[in-house]
């Protein structure tokens, strides 16, 4: 007899007969396995959602594919498995047979045992009805007598139907974030890793888009999305062999990552995030979005500030004076906070370039005499909040803190510690409880001291160089990357536990952290220490796969710009900066005061669509990456009363023709007025001020000049348009 198991509100837990389907669904997506006591459990299917006369007629698995959703080495040893273990008796082969499922509320539970060694395993989903996502992890507990070693511990496996394929993921690395390829899938195995130790956004990013019907289009078509949560080093793979299916796998990255189980110890492994859209690349990003802002970040429902931030204005040149003159530049400009970076502590070694003091938390009282008090009554005084930077999870060789715990640092044991940053900077050991203290006690120092600190921006920039922990036992080296990450969560949930409200940014050499693994416990991160506009144009269209614009800190900046050298103007960099959490990083005193009143204007419009932007939905239209010569996109209110649509130009010739944009996202039966934001033209545009259809805007699209019309003097190279929808 075949049962059918749906998520309900209630406690099911049954004793299996024979081939279940379990059915795990939300509001537009259906995941089904199919569920046998006394075999493995298989796959059936994922995708758009099934009625109950649909699941009937669902086939079982096919023959010539292998369907087990989590395949355990050993007994079917050519094909890719999710997990593989030594047993205590060093048997090398694992099998998992199903025993019961369980189904309470959002979460599902199908327990899984190894007829012969006393090894359970649970597959959990938890489904987010409202965003349409589904989280899938793993729990291993090890019933032997004697510790087992986890060789291979995938978090989750989805077969995905061949046809044509196409992987859209994102490399990148410092200053280079988030750079989108589309693939088609082939034969073979692509892999993604990170080994980074500390941060895992440089190199490639944990999440990746599958586009089902061929290269992925932004508003049409299937797409599968899957983010892994975790902050540590992981593996992505997609294994296309001789079946009709493509499987993916992921997880924990194993390498060097042995982990050895003790007797009655559990391991639970990162989740995958998965979601289903028919509305393309954009659909997925905005479940991605709803489910993060809603149940993910920090704070996913508050606007955030609009700052300055001290780095590129003043690098490590800080002092009393200099921090006053920003807060009250950034104040008459309508900023809300000032956030002093890096440069400020240190007293036996003070921090004047990268290569001392971390480690010493310390106000250095040379910079700055009248201490965080005397900060604090400036920001006071000038009206705006204040924030600090801090790097709690390193140390240099030159500072205090290592002269008095040398064995704090990550480093193997009878070998000498490479060193990072400034050829002096080190990673704390984060697996040692006394580090966790440590790093802890920075933040709760500070925030217990000036409650009125308002955001800290948490810096990570180096990686783990040499494997090998002072503090786990030799037996146990292979720990050090996995309970490093346990450490940091620790350390979050201890500050998040004392300070909930405090706003902390994931920074890590710019870029590293953007991961749904760290932002439970933070409210953005630093998308690039790149801030020149066009190439932030393609970094921040990557990160806005699978990030929301609240979380993406979007900074405008000096030219030339200090990265690239290239020379753009500050009405385009308002224009993209304007798309994320929008702050400035520079110096005002050598604005000019036309720019001034350039970025006071557009801090005024963006406080008008701060909500649009940063809790809207997201419609990318032209992508960069096309290189039809301009990019495009926009947010949507969820009542598709607001939108806020982006033009930016990405390149610059004479006698071009570009296409003309079509909007998506609106109500095609409401009228939309339309009003230009930022604007520098001499003259208003032809649109502005009239009313336009959603249907006319998202079949037709509007016109607008490829130039800025602006005085003979003023023209450049450069034109960007932001515009503002209102529904009448
Ligand atoms: C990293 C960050 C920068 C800045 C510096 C300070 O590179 O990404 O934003 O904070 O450190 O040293």
């Known amino acids: 007899m075949k049962k059918v198991f749906f998520l309900a509100l209630f406690c099911v837990t049954a004793s299996l007969a024979k081939a279940e389907q379990v059915v795990v669904q939300t509001r537009h997506n259906t995941l089904v396995l199919n569920v046998e006591k006394g075999a493995q459990p298989k796959y059936v299917y ?220 559990t391991f639970k492994t990162p989740a995958l995030a998965l979601t289903f859209s028919q509305e393309g690349l954009s659909g997925v990003s905005r479940n991605f979005h709803k489910w993060g802002r809603t149940y993910k970040l920090m704070h996913g429902n508050k606007e955030r500030k609009i700052l300055l931030n001290s780095w590129e204005g003043v690098y490590f040149d800080i002092n009393q004076k200099g921090m006053d003159q920003m807060m009250a530049d950034i104040a008459s400009m309508g900023g809300e906070l000032f956030v002093m970076d890096d440069g400020w502590f240190g007293d036996k070694y003070p921090r004047k370039v990268d290569n001392s003091s971390l480690g010493d938390w310390v106000v250095d009282k040379n910079k700055l005499p009248e201490g965080i008090e005397g900060l604090l009554r400036d920001a006071k005084k000038n009206g705006v909040k204040f924030g600090i930077w801090i790097e709690p999870e390193m140390a240099n060789t030159t500072s205090e803190l290592y002269e008095k715990h040398p064995d704090w640092i990550v480093k193997a044991p009878n070998r000498e510690p490479v060193l990072g940053r400034g050829g002096t900077q080190v990673v704390l050991d984060l697996s040692n409880p006394k580090v966790q203290d440590f790093v802890f006690s920075i933040v709760d120092n500070l925030m217990s001291k000036y409650p009125e600190i308002d955001y800290i921006k948490w810096d990570a920039n180096m990686a783990i160089m040499n494997h090998g922990s002072q503090y786990l036992t030799m037996g146990n080296q292979s720990h050090l990357y996995i309970e490093y990450h346990r450490g940091f969560e620790k350390v979050c949930q201890r500050i998040r536990d004392k300070y909930p409200d405090v706003t902390i940014q994931a920074c890590a050499s710019g870029g590293g952290r953007a991961n749904w693994g760290v932002l439970p416990w933070f409210d953005e991160f630093w998308v690039s220490d790149n801030t020149d506009a066009l190439q932030r144009i393609y970094m921040q269209w990557g990160t806005s796969y699978f990030f929301p614009a609240i979380a993406m800190a979007s900074h405008i900046s000096a030219t030339p710009n200090h990265t690239v050298f290239r020379t753009t103007s500050m009405k385009y960099r308002i224009d993209v900066a304007m798309s994320g959490r929008l702050g400035m990083e520079i110096q005002p005193k050598n604005m000019t005061d036309e720019e001034k009143a350039l970025c006071r204007q557009a801090i005024k419009e963006y406080k008008q669509i701060r909500p649009i932007v940063q809790f809207g939905n997201i419609y990318r239209l032209v992508s960069p990456y096309d290189r039809k010569g301009l990019a495009s996109m926009m947010y949507v209110t969820d009542q598709k009363d607001k939108a806020v649509w982006y033009w930016w130009k990405t390149e610059s010739f004479q006698n071009e023709h570009l296409p003309r944009v079509k909007m998506a996202g609106l109500d095609a039966n409401r009228m939309y007025k339309v009003h230009e934001l930022n604007r520098i033209d001499l003259k208003p545009l032809d649109c502005e001020g009239k009313s336009y259809s959603g249907a006319y805007l998202m079949n037709h699209g509007l016109d607008v000049p490829y130039r800025n019309e602006v005085d003979w003097g003023k023209k450049t190279d450069w034109a960007s348009r932001v515009l503002l929808l209102e529904a009448e």
């Open 46 to 265: 994922y995708g758009a959602k099934l009625s109950a006369l649909d699941l009937q007629h669902l086939q079982t698995p096919r023959a010539d594919g292998r369907m087990e959703i989590y395949p355990a080495h050993g007994l079917n040893t050519p094909a890719e498995a999710a997990l593989a273990m030594r047993h205590a008796d060093g048997n090398l082969s694992t099998a998992l047979i199903a025993e019961s499922v369980e189904q309470n509320g959002d979460l599902t539970t199908i327990n899984l045992k190894d007829p012969v060694y006393p090894i359970t395993v649970k597959l959990k989903y938890k489904a987010y009805e409202e965003v349409d996502m589904i989280e899938a992890w793993t729990e291993i507990t090890n019933g032997e007598k004697q510790p087992v070693t986890l060789t291979t511990f995938a978090s989750a496996m989805m077969p995905i139907r061949r046809g044509d394929v196409w992987l859209s993921h994102f490399y990148g690395s410092w200053a280079n974030e988030a750079r989108l390829v589309e693939e088609p899938l082939t034969p073979g195995q692509k892999v993604i890793v990170n080994k980074d130790g500390t941060r895992n956004s440089h190199t490639d990013h944990g999440e990746v888009m599958f586009s089902l019907n061929g290269k992925g289009q932004e508003n049409t078509g299937d797409v599968i999305g899957a983010a892994i949560c975790y902050s540590g080093n992981y593996r992505l793979k997609v294994v296309t062999d001789d079946t009709d299916y493509h499987y993916f796998f992921a997880g924990i990255n194993e390498d060097n990552s042995e982990y050895h189980l003790k007797k009655g110890e």
